[in-house]
């Protein structure tokens, strides 16, 4: 069967301005700063702004990259979080209005934890076989990862949004079919509606991701019949790179020293941001791949395995090819420079603005902006209604 080329044209990044290196978190917490950067394997994390949330990270990632032609060619936006700012208005709403996107469209909220932006992807390519006229679609990821001060999960927290275009004819990477994909009811982690901030078994979750990793690598298998040999590199959500590692090593613990190493070393390159952003959910294996793309020289119809996986939990691989001058796609955000330009916090600015929450009650409230390399803002919340600039 053959498959029409569809996949991602455009790829755009955000991150907050403010970061924490984990060294200094590391020697606050009393612990030796290799447990965290080893260990866990994470240098910095990005630390959210009372002027920013996942609306406007989402804004901030998708405004660069979009034309207006384009803007007005999107009939699908898809907004996947696990970091919702409404139970029943999409987040989708607010950024169709902020991009000034073609209302003739289909708008909504997708929720999965981390394999949300996934099964956004996913529906995009469906989206795009079933309507012939139509043109584009946009996937955007955008999350806070929090896990309270002085918590277990406290090093891999991070907040962030990955922006994807999705065409025909893609200029960055075509999705390859079939993909192979697993769900199942676990309790690995979870937020209730009444916390701000996540629970997790981590153990459990590890073993969780890995148990789901060798279930669809060994699907994809029999559908497809690839081996590691045909690929060039492989992706993985990545909520702290020790983990994708761990998936790595499971993945090639039978194979060649030569291929362990090739795919060692991409690896480390596709992790280079997700080391100093942190984690951000529903983004993480997005930020990966653009790691890849903005840092490795990779040739045409080179192939890349992907694994995503969504604790609660659903996990796919899936995979995708290379198109020739992808860089220039790739290369619209200048991640390296957005992360160079941040200003780091001390622990204790840390946690003072970790601290800083929005009313719950439907007190009206101003923000000061205090993100200026943004070019969206959460300026307040009045009448229970969220103030966006």
Not at 118 to 130: F, P, S, V, W
Not at 181 to 206: H, I, L, Q
Not at 244 to 260: F, H, I, P, W, Y
Not at 271 to 278: E, K, L, M, P, W
């Amino acid at each position: 069967m053959s498959f029409e080329k569809i996949g991602i044209d455009k790829i755009g990044f955000y991150t907050p301005e403010f970061y924490l290196d984990l060294a200094d978190l590391a020697q606050a917490r009393q612990v030796d700063p290799n447990k965290f950067k080893i260990g866990i394997g994470q240098d910095q994390q990005t630390i959210l702004p009372a002027d920013q949330d996942v609306v406007t990270m989402a804004a901030n990632a998708a405004a660069p990259i979009l034309t207006a032609e384009e803007r007005a060619q999107i009939d699908l936006v898809i907004f996947a979080s696990e970091s919702g700012i409404d139970q029943s208005k999409a987040g989708s709403l607010y950024l169709q209005r902020l991009l000034g996107l073609s209302q003739a469209a289909r708008a909504f909220e997708i929720k999965e934890a981390c394999y949300g932006a996934t099964a956004g992807l996913q529906m995009a390519y469906d989206h795009l076989t079933a309507h012939p006229d139509s043109q584009k679609v946009l996937v955007v990821a955008s999350d806070v990862a929090r896990y309270g001060i002085e918590t277990a999960g406290e090093v891999t927290q991070g907040a962030g949004a990955v922006a994807m275009l999705v065409t025909r004819a893609p200029r960055i990477l075509v999705l390859n079919q079939p993909s192979a994909y697993f769900s199942e009811e676990v309790m690995d982690f979870w937020r209730p509606n009444y916390s701000d901030t996540a629970f997790a078994k981590g153990k459990f979750s590890t073993e969780q991701y890995l148990r789901f990793l060798e279930i669809v690598w060994r699907e994809y298998q029999t559908k497809t019949q690839e081996q590691l040999t045909d690929f060039t590199a492989l992706l993985f959500h990545i909520p702290y790179t020790k983990l994708g590692l761990k998936g790595l090593r499971q993945m090639t613990a039978d194979a060649s020293e030569d291929v362990q190493q090739r795919l060692l070393q991409k690896f480390e390159t596709a992790t280079i941001y997700n080391r100093r952003v942190g984690n951000i959910y529903t983004g993480s294996l997005y930020l990966s791949l653009l790691s890849l793309l903005q840092n490795a020289q990779l040739a045409d119809s080179t192939k890349l395995g992907l694994f995503s996986y969504g604790s609660g939990a659903v996990g796919e691989f899936f995979s995708g090819e290379i198109q020739s001058g992808y860089q220039q796609m790739a290369g619209l955000t200048n991640v390296a420079d957005l992360l160079d330009r941040r200003q780091q916090l001390t622990v204790k600015e840390y946690e003072q603005m970790f601290a800083q929450t929005l009313p719950t009650d439907g007190s009206t409230l101003e923000i000061a902006p205090v993100s200026p390399l943004a070019e969206f803002h959460l300026t307040g919340i009045t009448a229970h209604q969220r103030q966006y600039r």
